[in-house]
């Protein structure tokens, strides 16, 4: 990382230094960078958005006024695959080498030097504990160059405000289903910071049921997508799975018995054509079973706004099933674009700035957190 504080006095020439450069180029984790023109200072309301909970290198800028001015993003994917899964430790340190680089090139295409930011938004949890201090560290150290407000920001709330990148917003009260990696849950919003959970997950989460799967259909890392990309081709009705506490009343998921499922009728998927239609059946349990809970919570809250976010957001079965439902029942529907819909920073960004909109208190130390619970989550004052 680039030191900001040079020791001279000057931490703010430092910044300005450190915002005026670009990386060139690129190899192994270290960077070149070559100086590029910037406006003079100017006073905004921009907020930068750092993300590094998982396997994704990310930086983004938002601003009250002109929106998304820039966002850049980093994924480790190819990395992580040969071990099957992400590698914590290879992640934080891939962090590490790629993080200065792309917070420069997301100033630079924002037209922004570091000291005209009004906060420095970063990921504090939860993720992974050694790539959350990465962001946080760096996250901090800026700031205090800068003079910039320091903005830890829930993981989850990022994804929950996704759609408010969006032209077509959500208004609040709002009814959300998050389906990310690690998590599948629904929650009334009321407000930033205003989160009531009406249903979770009971073991496996919908994103955590889809790579088990694919990964005992010998599919590649990350496997979620080409389980999608592989359900495409299937013939529906070969295969046939449950939906999963959908027979009961509740709002609560459960996902680990179709995965033991899909194990035990895997034998019999014997060919290529039958791999496929097993995971067809498997994708249309999975979206079958979120789109039954969703109209379920909508008719139990008397909410008329459903918005779905996370990684599995991008499913195209998912999203044709809940067009499909909101168009014969009439409840409005929202979805973040699918590049916002994975781990990013423009969702972070966004978050950062509606806390610090809204009279939301800095931080003066790095907090990263493993597991930080959505409900503890409070508004600002």
């Given at each position: 990382m680039l030191n900001l504080d040079s020791g001279d006095g000057a931490p703010k020439n430092r910044a300005r230094e450190f915002s005026q450069a670009r990386a060139v180029k690129q190899r192994g984790g270290s960077a070149?960078?070559?100086?590029?023109?910037?406006?003079?200072?100017?006073?905004?309301?921009?907020?930068?958005?750092?993300?590094?909970?998982?396997?994704?290198?990310?930086?983004?800028?938002?601003?009250?006024g002109a929106g998304l001015l820039a966002?850049?993003?980093?994924?480790?994917?190819?990395m992580h695959a040969e071990y099957g899964g992400v590698v914590p430790e290879l992640a934080a340190r891939d962090h590490v080498g790629r993080l200065s680089a792309l917070v420069s090139e997301t100033l630079a295409a924002a037209n922004l030097c570091a000291d005209q930011l009004a906060g420095i938004a970063y990921t504090a949890g939860p993720g992974l504990i050694g790539a959350l201090l990465v962001g946080g560290s760096f996250a901090a150290g800026l700031a205090a160059a800068t003079g910039a407000r320091l903005l830890p920001v829930h993981h989850l709330e990022g994804h929950l405000l996704a759609p408010m990148l969006e032209a077509r917003r959500p208004r609040f009260p709002f009814l959300a289903l998050l389906v990310s990696g690690g998590h599948t849950l629904l929650a009334r919003v009321d407000g930033v910071g205003r989160y009531q959970i009406i249903g979770d997950t009971l073991d496996d989460a919908a994103g955590e049921a889809f790579d088990k799967t694919a990964k005992a259909l010998g599919l590649p890392y990350p496997g979620g997508p080409e389980l999608a990309q592989l359900a495409a081709i299937g013939q529906t009705g070969q295969f046939r799975f449950s939906r999963p506490m959908t027979d009961r009343p509740g709002l609560d998921f459960s996902f680990s018995g179709l995965k033991t499922a899909v194990l035990t009728a895997l034998p019999r998927a014997t060919t290529s054509q039958d791999r496929a239609d097993l995971a067809l059946a498997f994708e249309e349990a999975v979206t079958d079973t979120l789109a039954i809970k969703c109209q379920r919570a909508l008719e139990q809250?008397?909410?008329?706004?459903?918005?779905?976010?996370?990684?599995?957001g991008a499913n195209r079965r998912l999203r044709a099933l809940l067009q499909a439902a909101s168009e014969q029942r009439g409840f409005e529907l929202f979805f973040p674009r699918p590049e916002f819909c994975t781990d990013n920073a423009a969702m972070i960004a966004y978050a950062g700035w509606a806390r610090l909109s809204e009279g939301g208190d800095a931080t003066a130390g790095i907090a990263a957190r493993a597991r930080w619970p959505l409900h503890t989550l409070t508004a600002p004052p």
């Open positions: 070149e960078y070559a100086p590029v023109m910037t406006a003079p200072p100017q006073s905004t309301h921009a907020v930068l958005g750092i993300e590094t909970s998982c396997d994704e290198t990310a930086a983004a800028v938002y601003d009250g966002h850049r993003l980093y994924s480790q994917a190819a809250t008397g909410l008329q706004q459903l918005v779905v976010a996370g990684g599995v």
